[in-house]
């Protein structure tokens, strides 16, 4: 595990993302925590704040472990990454079935929060680079299969989590049971991408480019990169892009009811649940369709359409939202799919400057601004639509200021979009030592 495993000659690259699937699919699963939710706040008398905190902490320590420890993750190589993800993730469950058994509620939070969200940072980069290096003509494509799979893991967990706990039932040893079934099938499943995970060696022929190096001679460390203005203008375009994307994702369900809780034909309660599967549906397709279609036009011009178009669709939505319902779950999808496209398609981006040296270890700092987003985009649109209700106003007006936040942001992402440029040429190159010495773990023993 202690460095990278290179591929044989005639080793097929198309091996690799379903390596990478396997992890992401699997990590995917913390989009369905809230099927946990009702049964724990049951069994362990939970309110809805206690019963969140183990996804909250699992996010949180998802940015963390991502920036702080993607340098390790391209220095070890995408098995070690993978097999660390594997170990703490199916770990983190583990430690929660022993929590839900002995009913130690801080079990679950330490097991799932703690333990389980390092394996979903690491996890969650862990394909990254070996992607890019794989797929040099299509890297949008590439990485946006394998973050695809993050995007749908829940809509696998989903159904799974609930057809279990009905079968094993609702108190606290079948909850117990639930995660143990969890955390050995996701270190099956997860131990696939370990063994099957390959890196081109030096030389290798990788669609039609001889090697995996950078043929423009772009080859910028982690630590150069958060020096220069495109990271930071990179980590705003994000920060914005998601913002926006999970403002509505956050809190879809009573949003779409409220917007039309006037109207002739208010939203069910099984409706609601549909739009939300409805983006959820958005979120996966836009982070394959979109980033393959970067491949194409260009990462800058890509992005011009996820904050322009989706700045757009905020406002029809703010304007015309509350009279068409077509319209308004329309512009939703859309945003949606924007949401999930910009998740997919940024690592390209960081490749396209940065080049492929330390692109995961860059990628994990990058995802602070997904941290920072992830408190943002929800306070924004909930804190105000509370601040709205308890001054009389009701339906779509709830909503009419936090939209236009959202717009604004996306039009600041939009101009930092604009001002990057390429990396100037003092910063291509590492330093010698550390650049002889990553290289020498790439190549056979």
């Known amino acids: 595990m ?8 005639g080793w097929s690259r198309w091996l ?4 990478a699937l396997s992890v992401h699919l699997s990590i995917g699963q913390a989009y369905a925590w809230s099927v946990f939710k009702p049964p724990l706040e049951s069994a362990l ?4 704040t206690q019963s969140a905190l183990p996804f909250q902490l699992a996010i ?8 702080f420890g993607g340098t390790l993750v391209e220095r070890n190589g995408p098995r070690w990454a993978m097999t660390v993800a594997l170990v703490c993730f199916s770990s983190g469950f583990l430690i929660s079935a022993l929590g839900a058994q002995t009913k130690q509620y801080w079990l679950i939070v330490l097991g799932y929060g703690f333990v389980g969200g390092i394996g979903l940072g690491i996890g969650y980069i862990s394909p990254v680079s070996t992607l890019i290096k794989w797929f040099p003509d299509r890297p949008g494509m590439a990485t946006g299969i394998a973050i695809m799979g993050f995007g749908g893991g829940a809509l696998i967990a989903s159904p799974w989590s609930a057809q279990m706990l009905s079968a094993f039932g609702s108190d606290n040893d079948a909850i117990a ?9 996701y270190a099956v499943f997860m131990a696939l991408g370990v063994l099957l995970v390959r890196v081109p060696g030096a030389g290798t022929p990788v669609a039609g480019v001889s090697g995996p190096g950078d043929a423009d001679g772009v080859r910028v460390s982690a630590r150069s990169a958060v020096r220069t203005p495109q990271f930071w203008l990179l980590w705003v375009v994000l920060c914005t892009n998601v913002t926006a994307g999970i403002g509505i994702l956050e809190k879809a369900a009573p949003m779409i009811t409220d917007f039309f809780t006037e109207s002739s034909t208010p939203v069910s309660a099984s409706a609601s649940a549909g739009f939300v599967a409805l983006l959820s549906a958005a979120n996966m397709a836009g982070r394959i369709g979109w980033s393959s279609a970067s491949d194409r036009i260009g990462r800058k011009n890509i992005y011009r359409v996820y904050l322009g178009v989706g700045a757009l669709m905020y406002l029809l939505i703010a304007l015309f939202g509350d009279s068409a319902k077509p319209l308004f779950v329309l512009c939703a999808l859309v945003v949606l799919s924007f949401y999930g496209g910009g998740f997919a398609t940024v690592p390209a981006y960081l490749k396209d400057l940065f080049g492929t040296y330390q692109v ?4 994990g700092r990058l995802l602070t601004a997904w941290s920072t987003a992830g408190v943002l985009g929800p306070l924004i649109v909930n804190w105000i639509a509370d601040r709205q209700k308890e001054a009389g106003k009701h339906g779509a007006s709830l909503y009419t200021l ?7 942001l996306l039009v600041i992402g939009f101009i930092a979009n604009e001002l990057v440029r390429p990396v100037h040429v003092r910063h291509h190159h590492v330093p ?6 990553d290289d020498q773990r790439q190549q056979p023993a």
């Open 177 to 185: 049971l639930a995660f143990l079934v969890h955390g050995l099938s």
């Open 2 to 9: 202690s460095s990278p495993p290179l591929a044989p000659p």
């Open 360 to 363: 995961g270890a860059i990628h």
């Open 16 to 19: 690799v993302p379903p390596a």
């Open 402 to 408: 936090s939209f236009g936040i959202m717009i604004g």
């Open 45 to 48: 008398h939970l309110d809805g």
């Open 60 to 67: 949180v320590m998802l940015g963390l472990s991502a920036a």
């Open 432 to 437: 010698a030592p550390r650049e002889a010495a």
